[in-house]
């Protein structure tokens, strides 16, 4: 069997984490070298039960996207089949405090770490088959009124630093294909959600707040609307992209599945409540508006016909199905949450919630 080996950057994170877990399963010729900086969302424990033939295949590198000379080191030991970028700073709410880290890695890092790829990708001869897959989001495209998705053509306007700063990427990256010609292939997804995703970000903080009995906050009147994927549905799209998509395309991947902050943070109330055994509605007397979101987006929304056209994507999992394994997922995984970053998540809260009335 040839081995391919696959430079995966950002693997301790939750899709990095939950994709490199898919395709160890999957994969058996793919060998992965995971270069993470191991940031507050980076965790090693997402990846620390996999069976021992997967350990022998997931070579991990403490390492940062921005340092040139250790990608260039990779890159010469390795002689990578393909790059597959998560690496990134991903939460909207701290690139409005924090914005300069998010410029570091997500431009910054990810223009480096195209310089390292091309450079490796001319000395190999320019191989047609290598392929730079850079993992990126709906958010660039800015916000929707009530009606309409986001297709590959939808002009991008991004709305946040983080959003912006992922825009820019996205435009770097295919510049590198235009000018240079290498086989880049972009994928922008909605909101993901499911094992593994560190609690700063919606579904995961609520579950959390529900069990430590602590207030649960919306932001502004809790209209905003995502459209939500479970992660594994994204795992199998990025896999799919990568192996069959055609270089030089951008996908936009989606899960249909639309839904109010309000009717996501009710519906985690109910499941965990009964999980629970509490009486119905004793955790939604928890819920507390609190000031927006500065920049909100309003709703998003993805029309991902492109990619079920051309490579016979389709989510496997319906919502209702998959937040219930992931609530089960978080019930059964508390001390993830708290014997490992428990420090780090309360010294967040308390920073992103000052000055919002919760
Ligand atoms: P995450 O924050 O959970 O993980 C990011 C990972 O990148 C962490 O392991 C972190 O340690 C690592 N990292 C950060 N800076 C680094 C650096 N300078 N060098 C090396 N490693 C670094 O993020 P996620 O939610 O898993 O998102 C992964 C990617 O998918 C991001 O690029 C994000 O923009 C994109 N995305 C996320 C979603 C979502 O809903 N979470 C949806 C669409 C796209
Ligand atoms: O659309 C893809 C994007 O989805 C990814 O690119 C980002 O990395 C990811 O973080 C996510 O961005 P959002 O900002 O949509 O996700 P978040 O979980 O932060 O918020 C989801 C919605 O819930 C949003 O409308 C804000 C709201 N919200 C969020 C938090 C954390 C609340 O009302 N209360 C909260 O405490």
């Not at 301790?12 to 898919?22: C, L, T």
């Not at 292939?185 to 009995?213: H, M, R, V, W």
């Not at 932001?219 to 609307?225: A, E, K, L, R, T």
């Not at 996908?251 to 119905?280: F, K, P």
Request: one cysteine or more.
């Amino acid at each position: 069997m040839q081995m391919k080996n696959i430079l995966i950057t950002g693997g301790a994170g939750f899709i990095g984490a939950n994709f490199i877990r898919v395709v160890l399963a999957e994969c058996p010729q793919w060998r992965l070298v995971n270069l993470d900086a191991l940031t507050y969302a980076g965790n090693l424990a997402n990846l620390a039960d996999l069976p021992p033939e997967q350990q022998a295949r997931h070579h991990f590198v403490h390492g940062d996207i921005r340092d040139g000379a250790l990608l260039a080191r990779l890159f010469k030991e390795h002689a990578f089949a393909g790059v597959i970028h998560f690496a990134a700073e991903s939460h909207v709410d701290r690139s409005i405090t924090a914005p300069q880290a998010f410029v570091d890695t997500n431009v910054g890092g990810t223009c480096t770490l195209l310089q390292a790829a091309l450079a490796a990708w001319q000395e190999q001869g320019r191989p047609a088959a290598f392929r730079f897959h850079h993992v990126s989001t709906d958010e660039v495209y800015g916000s929707l009124g009530p009606t309409g998705a986001f297709s590959e053509d939808t002009p991008y306007d991004p709305s946040s630093p983080y959003s912006a700063s992922k825009a820019a990427s996205d435009h770097f990256v295919r510049a590198y294909g235009r000018t240079y010609g290498l086989p880049i292939l972009i994928t922008n997804c909605s909101n993901n959600y499911g094992p593994y995703q560190f609690p700063e970000k919606l579904i995961p903080l609520i579950i959390d707040n529900i069990l430590a009995g602590q207030a649960l906050p919306v932001y502004g009147d809790g209209s905003n609307v995502r459209d939500w994927l479970y992660v594994l549905d994204h795992c199998q799209a990025l896999r799919q992209v990568f192996e069959q998509g055609r270089p030089g395309e951008t996908y936009n991947i989606g899960g249909g599945a639309e839904r109010t902050t309000l009717e996501i943070v009710r519906e985690l109330c109910r499941i965990v409540d009964g999980r629970q055994g509490r009486a119905t509605g004793s955790s939604e007397k928890r819920i507390t508006f609190v000031s927006d979101r500065p920049g909100h987006d309003f709703r998003y929304a993805i029309d991902a016909s492109k990619i079920k056209r051309e490579l016979g994507w389709q989510p496997q999992h319906s919502f209702s199905t998959a937040l219930e394994a992931t609530v089960e997922w978080y019930l059964g995984h508390q001390p993830w949450v708290e014997g490992v970053k428990s420090g780090d998540y309360r010294q967040w809260l308390e920073l992103n919630y000052a000055g919002r009335n919760c």
